[in-house]
């Protein structure tokens, strides 16, 4: 397999992506408006209601006499159990429409027909069109990150006297999104080969969306623990997933599917 061909299919994807505003408008606009909106919501529960959530939620190491240590507590808590977990999944909840229209936007413009006359296999061609999705969405979740750390330190340090990020687990989790957003990306795609158009796929993609918020609502639940130990047997995990489901993707990718 030839990389470089995949890059190729890749770029011709993205180009015709961002000649669209109404595709990569709301891809990237919501996942910055979130960057800018969650660290103020955050800051606003820590000043207000830290005290009663904390008890709530039994976090461990904050006293009952220190109530202003008990708001920043929470605001770290809350920056990185709860609203990082949120951040992981942007890539698959804001990439679904791009990774819809890889194979199921050729049918429907009726240009499967010439790509698949180009010198591609079927397997640098699947790799493209998941490079498609993959880049943007992942190079997008980190703008997000950095846009949303650089914010929650701004107002932490205004409000608090000190800086919040990055921690080790939030530094882990910025590692882990290209992992999450693969798995998840490489079925979107395989999906929208199968389909008759774009419609279908999206349908299709907005139930595998639902899995992926088990993570935010477990750690908001107290279920799991995102400690650095977790996230990187998650790690761990995803790159198994991803190496397994790239492999069936192209066991089963039928490029006579798509005419």
């Known amino acids: 397999m030839e990389i470089q061909k995949s890059f190729a299919v890749a770029k011709k994807d993205i180009r015709e992506v961002f000649s669209s505003i109404s595709i990569f408008g ?9 960057s800018a909106l969650l660290p103020i919501f955050s800051l606003y529960i820590a000043i207000n209601e830290a005290p009663s959530i904390a008890l709530a939620i039994n976090l461990s190491g904050v006293s009952q006499a220190l109530p202003f240590f008990k708001n920043i507590a929470f605001m770290t808590y809350f920056s ?17 429409v791009i990774a819809a ?9 009726r ?19 998941i490079l498609a999705t993959f880049i943007p969405a992942v190079l997008m979740t980190f703008a997000a990150f950095a846009i949303y750390g650089a914010i929650v330190n701004i107002l932490s340090y205004a409000y608090f006297g000190a800086y919040i990020l990055p921690t080790l687990s939030w530094l ?24 008759k158009g774009i419609k279908e796929a999206q349908q299709l993609t907005s139930l595998l969306v639902l899995p992926l918020l088990i993570l935010p609502f477990s750690s908001l639940l107290g279920l799991a623990n995102l400690t650095v130990v ?7 995990s995803l790159v198994i997933i991803d190496l397994i489901l790239f492999y069936v993707s192209v066991a089963t990718f039928k490029r006579e599917a798509l005419i």
């Open 172 to 195: 882990t989790m910025l590692g882990a999104v290209p992992l999450l957003a693969l798995a998840p990306i490489s079925l979107v795609v395989l999906i929208s080969s199968r389909v």
């Open 230 to 236: 977790f996230l990187l047997e998650l790690i761990a």
């Open 80 to 96: 990185i159990n709860v609203l990082g977990p949120i951040f992981m999944t942007m890539p698959i909840v804001t990439s679904g």
């Open 101 to 109: 229209d890889s194979f199921a936007g050729e049918k429907e413009r």
């Open 26 to 34: 709301p891809m990237f606009g919501i996942p910055l408006a979130f």
């Open 111 to 129: 240009t499967a027909e010439s790509l698949l006359l180009s010198p591609v296999t079927k397997s640098e061609l699947l790799l493209g069109k």
